[in-house]
């Protein structure tokens, strides 16, 4: 069954993993080996000009990419208001995208049937996936949320690895990290 930017880890993961056994042969494969998301590509990223716009007027989405008008610059929209670990896998989800423009990202013909429509749920959950995978990582959570001038916070194993030395408030205790889960739902 397909899986969704909202489904469970365990189903995310196992989709993901069945695309990878019955289409091994895919670019994306090789495009994710060559291009993972570390620290430099983040940076990189952002001295090409990318931004990040929290919007009060997003309803429906949580999260895109747009290119704004006058400067051509890329602009990561998050919607505002989200909870801190949905607020970062959004972040992510979109720096996943924003690291493969040719096989994560949208084309023009994406409404043209069934194909097209197939390809996008794949194209969505891979770009889940990866971004998840990359929000785990506490020094990449650092980096991008610190980069971009987002709120630093404590709300899972990871996230407490990431800025336990910044936050130094109660929900830093270091008997706490043994406590908290990875978060990956
Ligand atoms: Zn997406």
Redesign the pocket.
């Known amino acids: 069954m397909a899986a969704t930017?909202s489904s469970s880890w365990k189903e995310l993961d196992g989709y993901v993993s069945k695309l990878i056994q019955v289409f091994p042969n895919l670019q994306i494969w090789k495009d994710i080996e060559r291009k993972p998301i570390t620290v430099s590509s983040i940076d990189h990223l952002i001295s090409d000009g990318l931004n990040l716009i929290e919007d009060s007027t997003i309803t429906v989405f949580t999260?895109?990419i747009v290119i704004e008008e006058e400067t051509k610059k890329m602009v990561i929209l998050l919607k505002a208001g989200l909870d801190s670990y949905n607020r970062d896998v959004t972040l992510f989800?979109?720096l996943a995208?924003l690291h493969h423009p040719i096989y994560l990202s949208r084309r023009s013909n994406e409404f043209d049937g069934f194909v097209s429509y197939a390809e996008e749920t794949a194209?969505?959950a891979i770009?889940?996936w990866l971004g998840r995978k990359a929000r785990a990582d506490p020094e990449l959570l650092r980096h991008a949320v610190l980069s971009f001038g987002l709120e630093a916070q404590v709300y899972d194993k990871s996230s407490y690895q990431a800025f336990q030395k910044i936050i130094r408030g109660q929900q830093c205790f270091p008997f706490m990290e043994q406590e908290y889960p990875v978060l990956m739902d």
């Open positions: 930017a999260g895109g989800h979109e995208h194209r969505e770009t889940e």
